[in-house]
């Protein structure tokens, strides 16, 4: 006998089949609420997928970020002529997030060590089976490493799109540039840090602001060149140069050796290295010796303390002090003249004007000259000088010259140019000046004074000390220094020997001042066994000048020079300039 239509026994299933035709029509409602939330589910399931894959199409990795879509380029830093000095790059990153790693994780570490070799399979292991959510593995990485940790295709690994400051010329100004980096103070807060123009105009930079400074890539490759070739030549443990434009004050090379490259300034420096890390131009202070003499002249035309340039002074036995001795390195058994005590360096002759002057006046002058404070430059490296507490007779006389009181070479590189320049103090600046901008000054002595310098100056190159610093036709004037280094105990190395020159030129016209340092530099075949400022930084001068006065528009001309017609007969013992035994 045949079942209902309605109900029908499926014997060997056993399973009761209602006939959909006979079901209630509520059980109809709710098998097709089920049917599509069913169809909903796998539709959404269907759009995440989707969704996935236009993210991987789109982007180009499992994970692309760019972790610098939010903030601006940082700015690029150019030379004077628009060399690019420091620029803003993009480069790859690669991190992973082991928490979303979907695949084998040991099979994920075989494929990581086979890219990044730098660590072995049982650390990438480590690290996929820890409990960390960020790591990066490879910052910055080449593009073609990217790719191949894109082919993996494993939602786990991260490509980060990131800035990266790169110094296209290496390490050359590499005190000056320096690096900005924010880094975190151990409780919980992050500050910046660095040094050189990249810290000083961090916020300007890091919003996007260009920034073009006074500098001038050729004459400081020029320089830089020069000082290491010295300093080889000489086992000189460090050395500085400074090259400025008298009347606007801009900066247009700055050294200081040994280096540090910005694209990686503590690979293979210590930052507690002193010699490597300071920034010697304008951060480390010197006894600058005799160049202080120039300053001593200035102040006693100024007071009318020189007024006779035929006056002699006895200069034949050291003077007593105290306990000290100020003694002639190379001292004239005669009386001699003002001219020669400044063209023959004599610390006897310019220690008795200096008494002469008086503290008061040389206390009042160093500090015009800004001589007691740091230097106002574009930089966060600047130096305080050690200026003397008390003005007693022996620091008097010291002082004047170049002893008892340090300071940074840029601050002797500005006051020279105010020397020459006709007697105006400009602000040093890192930071081009338009052209035809007005330049700030104070006038720190007369232009009479001034014309007076330029002559001593002159005469220094051609009769004195600084004749190896006499660059052909480029009519160079300037001031050599010579002075013990002071050790760590607050005495004086008699072995170890700061030497110094600064130069002007041309000094009929005066444009830019040529200032370098050399620190412990060895007597050697190069210096004809000499260790003093004449023979190691007044050749050094020369050659840094003859190099770059073509690149700033001085061309060599034997045709002029400056007048010192009215001195010279005042110089007794008068050398040839023709016979340089250094040319």
């Not at 030379?79 to 040991?106: E, F, H, M, S």
């Not at 540039?177 to 050189?196: A, R």
């Not at 050697?524 to 020369?542: D, E, N, V």
């Amino acid at each position: 006998m045949n079942a209902p239509a309605a109900l029908r026994i499926d014997r060997a299933q056993r399973v009761e089949v209602r006939d959909p035709a006979a079901a209630p029509s509520g059980a109809l409602g709710i098998a097709h609420q089920r049917l599509m939330g069913l169809m909903l589910l796998f539709v959404l399931i269907t759009a995440v997928i989707a969704l996935r894959l236009v993210q991987i199409c789109l982007f180009g990795g499992p994970d692309v970020r760019n972790a610098a879509a939010d903030i601006a380029d940082r700015g690029e830093i150019t030379d004077r002529n628009g060399q690019p000095l420091a620029t803003t790059i993009k480069l790859w990153a690669i991190a992973i997030n082991p928490q979303k790693v979907l695949g084998n994780k040991d099979k994920l570490a075989v494929e990581l060590n086979q890219l990044m070799p730098e660590r072995t399979v049982a650390q990438y292991e480590a690290i996929l089976h820890g409990r960390r959510k960020f790591m990066y593995l490879r910052q910055p990485a080449p593009p073609e490493l990217a790719a191949a940790v894109h082919a993996l295709g494993e939602p786990g690994m991260l490509l980060l799109s990131e800035q990266h400051r790169l110094f296209p010329q290496g390490a050359m100004a590499g005190h000056l540039l320096g690096y900005s980096q924010l880094v975190e103070d151990g409780k919980g807060k992050s500050m910046v840090t660095g040094i050189g123009v990249e810290r000083y105009f961090d916020d300007d930079l890091k919003a996007g602001k260009p920034i073009q400074l006074s500098i001038d890539t050729r004459v400081q490759a020029a320089v830089e060149n020069e000082i290491a070739r010295r300093m080889a030549e000489t086992q000189a443990k460090g050395g500085a140069g400074i090259v400025m434009d008298v009347n606007t004050g801009e900066i247009l090379a700055m050294a200081s050796l040994p280096d540090i490259n910005p694209n990686a300034p503590f690979k293979g420096v210590d930052p507690s290295d002193q010699q490597v890390m300071i920034n010697k131009a304008t951060q480390a202070v010197y006894e600058l010796g005799s160049t202080f003499k120039m300053i001593t002249f200035a102040n006693a035309i100024e007071h009318g303390v020189i007024t006779d340039w035929s006056k002699t002074y006895d200069v034949g036995a050291p003077l007593q002090v105290g306990r000290f001795r100020i003694k002639d390195d190379e001292p004239k058994h005669r009386p001699i003249t003002t001219v020669e005590i400044m063209t023959f360096s004599s610390n006897i002759g310019t220690s008795q004007i200096a008494l002469a002057l008086g503290a008061p006046s040389i206390d009042a002058f160093f500090k015009t000259l800004g001589l007691d404070k740091r230097t106002d430059i574009e930089l966060r490296e600047r130096g305080q000088p050690q200026y003397p507490a008390q003005w007693g007779q022996s620091t008097v006389m010291t002082t004047s010259f170049g002893h008892g009181i340090a300071v940074t070479p840029l601050h002797l590189a500005r006051v020279f140019s105010a020397l020459a320049n006709g007697g105006v103090m400009h602000p040093v600046t890192l930071l081009k000046r338009p052209p035809g901008a007005q330049v700030p000054g104070q006038r720190v002595i007369s232009e009479a004074t001034s014309a007076r310098m330029r002559q001593l100056m002159r005469l220094v190159v051609l009769q004195g000390t600084g004749t190896n610093a006499n660059a052909s036709g480029l009519r160079v004037g300037g001031k050599t220094g010579t002075a013990e280094k002071v050790n760590q105990f607050g005495g004086y190395d008699r072995n170890a020997n700061i030497t110094v020159f600064a130069g002007i030129f041309p000094m009929d016209h005066p444009r830019y001042v040529t200032l370098v340092v050399l620190d412990d530099a060895r007597p050697s075949k190069a210096t004809y066994g000499f260790k003093t400022a004449g023979w190691m930084t007044a050749p050094l001068a020369k050659r840094i000048i003859a190099r770059i006065g073509p690149l700033l528009g001085v061309q060599p001309d034997l045709s002029q020079d400056i007048d010192v017609s009215d001195l010279m007969p005042l110089i007794l013992d008068k050398k040839d300039p023709s016979k340089n035994v250094l040319e």
